[in-house]
């Protein structure tokens, strides 16, 4: 048996291991802060602050068992910082403070940020803006924080003073083409509030599936959560089911699920609103209930990308009503927002056209067309909704139904002209306009990247997003609420593969609704999103490297052009030529403009970190 004296001895050398081990944690001096979106004021001076094992933990009017505090706590843990609590403010510490008067320099979720010699100093009018100055925390820590324990991190003097542009930061996921599970939907949250999102639209039911349980019809999900297996096929290329084939992909959430989804939200300062599309899209639906139909029959869940032309309510049987009423009682009961989102994209109208019923309502009315039946629908709904308080959202085709809901907030997609109509019109306008806001597009070249819908939107041509349009006045101005990105989901059959598609876009996305235009700047986005790469690929998050193709303007002087050759990934060496052919490694490097006559052809070829990237491209000058 091993005597006290070697137990001792044993213990002695565990203790001066452990004590070792500790003393060997990294020591890190940060020279710049990349933060994202970028705050609206900051200053970076001379001292330093070291942030080390002996930095403690203070909450001042805010109790370290609230949501927010135990978010803080729960994070920096993860992160191996962990500083200890202690119940009063002294030097060395990091303290964040819920201020006892308003500071309108911050509004509702803004905050103040202090890195000094004697410790970090964080307060805010709200635990939102509390939230938010920790994120700004987080990204001012060494980029591989998640990976490196750290025992030392001494972080540059600064200020920063800051808040939000617009109080709406939206990201739709849509689980309906493919479901994403609870843990994924929570990984899609966390990335939300990395970067200070708010909104969370979930959207839950499609054509290709319906994934909400409602308890009066449980067909829903026992038939329209569920659809032919078709994985290995390309989107719009598999075979149409076979007879009396079983449905098994697919899936959906139950309240339980929901409700920890929006738990784990508020926790974030998200707020979920779910989504549904009604009156066509209802491919589910039918399938689940077929005698809500025109006309009644046999379906099938969708499987692919078509848009059964007759997967439509009918609306003028009593019973459509009935069940929509049901259906968003429960799903209000559900979620803690104060919209849903009811969808009203264009359905045909040909299954009302046909319909004795449809026919009778439409005349009842004395509607001239079929689509304002839709309207009038809209109109029910959002009527039955407001007695709840909730208010109905939708896409801005709703303008094209008749008059809108009184209440009714719009999200627009399809451009400026309707934006401002719609700014009139609604109560309030989210702008999703696709070209800068559809993360289903490619983003780089289609030959080097997963399949995803034909468009282009890169990294760089995010960043130009504007939420407000040119010559708003100062009313429409106002009813801009912010904006939203969108993710469908028709080629992405993977969560990894959505957060592909995702990022690095969203942090442009952030950046263009947080930040005020001045604050914003290409080529200091272009710096800091390197450092957020590592920074995400440390979480385990996927990324696009991003676009090589180059950027290539023009400015005349004189009958000659100088041209200008930039990247979207800095650090890219562009070879190029200007006498047509193929350029090389061996062709001259760009560094500097060039000076060309009108009618040359240019010709380049992009190298990043020793590989050739993309193809040759070339630019009529």
Same mark, same amino acid.
């Given at each position: 048996?091993?005597?006290?004296?070697?137990?001792?001895?044993?213990?002695?050398?565990? #203790?001066?291991? %452990?004590?070792?081990?500790?003393?060997?944690?990294?020591?890190?001096?940060?020279?710049?802060?990349?933060?994202?979106?970028?705050?609206?004021?900051?200053?970076?001076?001379?001292?330093?602050?070291?942030?080390?094992?002996?930095?403690?933990?203070?909450?001042?009017?805010?109790?370290?068992?609230?949501?927010?505090?135990?978010?803080?706590?729960?994070?920096?843990?993860?992160?191996?910082?962990?500083?200890?609590?202690?119940?009063?403010?002294?030097?060395?510490?990091?303290?964040?403070?819920?201020?006892?008067?308003?500071?309108?320099?911050?509004?509702?979720?803004?905050?103040? %940020?202090?890195?000094?010699?004697?410790?970090?100093?964080?307060?805010?009018?709200?635990?939102?803006? #509390?939230?938010?100055?920790?994120?700004?925390?987080?990204?001012?820590?060494?980029?591989?924080?998640?990976?490196?324990?750290?025992?030392?991190?001494?972080?540059?003097?600064?200020?920063? %003073?800051?808040?939000?542009?617009?109080?709406?930061?939206?990201?739709?996921?849509?689980?309906?083409?493919?479901?994403?599970?609870?843990?994924?939907?929570?990984?899609?949250? /966390?990335?939300?509030?990395?970067?200070?999102?708010?909104?969370?639209?979930?959207? #839950?039911?499609?054509?290709?599936?319906?994934?909400?349980?409602?308890?009066?019809?449980? +067909?829903?999900? /026992?038939?329209?959560?569920?659809?032919?297996?078709?994985?290995?096929?390309?989107?719009?290329?598999? &075979?149409?089911?076979?007879?009396?084939?079983?449905?098994?992909?697919?899936?959906?959430?139950?309240?339980?699920?929901?409700?920890?989804?929006?738990?784990?939200?508020?926790?974030?300062?998200?707020?979920?609103?779910?989504?549904?599309?009604?009156?066509?899209?209802?491919?589910?639906?039918?399938?689940?209930?077929?005698?809500?139909?025109?006309? =009644?029959?046999?379906?099938?869940?969708?499987?692919?990308?078509?848009?059964?032309?007759? +997967?439509?309510?009918?609306?003028?049987?009593?019973?459509?009503?009935?069940?929509?009423?049901?259906?968003?009682?429960?799903? +209000?009961?559900?979620?803690?927002?104060?919209?849903?989102?009811?969808?009203?994209?264009?359905?045909?109208?040909?299954?009302?056209?046909?319909?004795?019923? *449809?026919?009778?309502?439409?005349?009842?009315?004395?509607?001239?067309?079929?689509?304002?039946?839709?309207?009038?629908?809209?109109?029910?709904?959002?009527?039955?909704?407001?007695?709840?308080?909730?208010?109905?959202?939708?896409?801005?085709?709703?303008?094209?139904?008749?008059?809108?809901?009184?209440?009714?907030?719009?999200?627009?997609?399809?451009?400026?002209?309707?934006?401002?109509?719609?700014?009139?019109?609604?109560?309030?306008?989210?702008?999703?306009?696709?070209?800068?806001?559809?993360?289903?597009?490619?983003?780089?070249?289609?030959?080097?990247?997963?399949?995803?819908?034909?468009? #282009?939107?890169?990294?760089?041509?995010?960043?130009?997003?504007? &939420?407000? =349009?040119?010559?708003?006045?100062?009313? !429409?101005?106002?009813?801009?609420?912010?904006?939203?990105?969108?993710?469908?989901?028709?080629?992405?059959?993977?969560?990894?593969?959505?957060?592909?598609?995702?990022?690095?876009?969203?942090?442009?996305?952030?950046?263009?609704?947080?930040?005020? =235009?001045?604050?914003?700047?290409?080529?200091?986005?272009?710096?800091?999103?390197?450092?957020?790469?590592?920074?995400?690929?440390?979480?385990?998050?996927?990324?696009? &490297?991003?676009?090589?193709?180059?950027?290539?303007?023009?400015?005349? !002087?004189?009958?000659?052009?100088?041209?200008?050759?930039?990247?979207?990934?800095?650090? *890219?060496?562009?070879?190029?030529?200007?006498?047509?052919?193929? =350029?090389?490694?061996?062709?001259?490097?760009?560094?500097?403009?060039?000076? %060309?006559?009108?009618?040359?052809?240019?010709?380049?070829?992009?190298?990043?970190?020793?590989?050739?990237?993309?193809?040759?491209?070339?630019?009529?000058?």
């Amino acid at each position: 048996m091993m005597n006290n004296v070697c137990r001792t001895r044993l213990l002695l050398i565990a #203790l001066i291991l %452990l004590a070792v081990l500790a003393s060997c944690g990294k020591k890190v001096q940060i020279s710049e802060y990349s933060i994202i979106p970028e705050p609206e004021y900051i200053v970076q001076k001379g001292r330093s602050y070291e942030l080390s094992s002996s930095t403690r933990l203070c909450f001042s009017n805010i109790g370290r068992n609230t949501s927010t505090a135990k978010y803080i706590t729960n994070t920096l843990r993860r992160m191996h910082v962990r500083p200890a609590f202690i119940g009063n403010p002294d030097k060395d510490c990091i303290l964040f403070t819920l201020n006892d008067t308003i500071n309108p320099e911050l509004g509702d979720e803004g905050y103040l %940020l202090q890195v000094l010699p004697e410790g970090i100093f964080i307060s805010a009018n709200s635990e939102a803006g #509390l939230l938010y100055a920790f994120e700004t925390f987080v990204q001012m820590l060494p980029p591989d924080i998640l990976s490196t324990s750290y025992a030392h991190i001494i972080m540059p003097e600064c200020t920063i %003073l800051d808040r939000p542009r617009f109080a709406w930061r939206g990201s739709q996921l849509d689980a309906c083409r493919h479901f994403f599970t609870v843990k994924q939907i929570k990984r899609h949250l /966390d990335l939300m509030v990395a970067y200070k999102l708010n909104k969370f639209v979930w959207h #839950l039911a499609d054509d290709q599936g319906w994934r909400i349980e409602i308890d009066n019809y449980p +067909a829903l999900t /026992d038939i329209g959560a569920w659809r032919v297996d078709r994985s290995g096929y390309r989107w719009g290329t598999a &075979p149409a089911p076979r007879p009396g084939e079983e449905a098994t992909y697919g899936g959906f959430y139950t309240p339980d699920d929901i409700a920890e989804v929006i738990e784990y939200a508020a926790q974030r300062n998200i707020e979920v609103i779910p989504s549904i599309d009604i009156p066509g899209h209802c491919s589910a639906i039918l399938a689940a209930y077929p005698g809500l139909a025109c006309e =009644p029959k046999a379906r099938h869940v969708a499987y692919g990308p078509c848009w059964p032309h007759d +997967a439509t309510l009918c609306i003028g049987n009593d019973s459509t009503l009935h069940f929509l009423f049901n259906v968003v009682d429960q799903i +209000a009961a559900m979620f803690s927002s104060e919209y849903i989102h009811i969808g009203c994209s264009p359905c045909s109208t040909e299954p009302w056209e046909q319909c004795p019923r *449809c026919q009778s309502l439409k005349h009842k009315l004395n509607f001239t067309h079929e689509s304002e039946l839709q309207g009038w629908l809209i109109n029910q709904v959002a009527e039955h909704l407001s007695l709840k308080g909730i208010r109905v959202m939708g896409w801005d085709d709703m303008l094209d139904f008749g008059p809108l809901p009184p209440d009714a907030a719009l999200v627009a997609t399809r451009g400026d002209s309707i934006a401002s109509i719609a700014s009139l019109l609604a109560q309030g306008v989210i702008i999703a306009t696709p070209q800068y806001c559809s993360f289903d597009y490619y983003q780089a070249d289609s030959t080097d990247q997963p399949t995803a819908s034909p468009q #282009l939107l890169t990294l760089h041509d995010s960043y130009l997003f504007e &939420p407000i =349009p040119r010559n708003f006045s100062s009313s !429409q101005q106002n009813h801009i609420l912010g904006g939203l990105c969108m993710l469908w989901t028709d080629h992405i059959d993977t969560y990894t593969l959505a957060e592909y598609q995702l990022i690095p876009r969203i942090c442009s996305f952030a950046e263009c609704l947080w930040s005020k =235009p001045a604050n914003r700047d290409w080529q200091h986005f272009r710096h800091k999103i390197e450092q957020h790469k590592t920074r995400l690929a440390t979480g385990g998050y996927n990324y696009c &490297p991003g676009s090589f193709k180059p950027l290539v303007t023009r400015t005349r !002087q004189d009958d000659l052009l100088l041209v200008t050759i930039d990247t979207e990934v800095e650090g *890219c060496y562009i070879y190029y030529t200007t006498d047509g052919s193929e =350029p090389t490694p061996e062709s001259p490097v760009y560094t500097q403009p060039l000076i %060309l006559p009108q009618g040359k052809t240019l010709r380049t070829l992009t190298f990043y970190q020793g590989k050739q990237r993309e193809g040759i491209y070339s630019y009529k000058l």
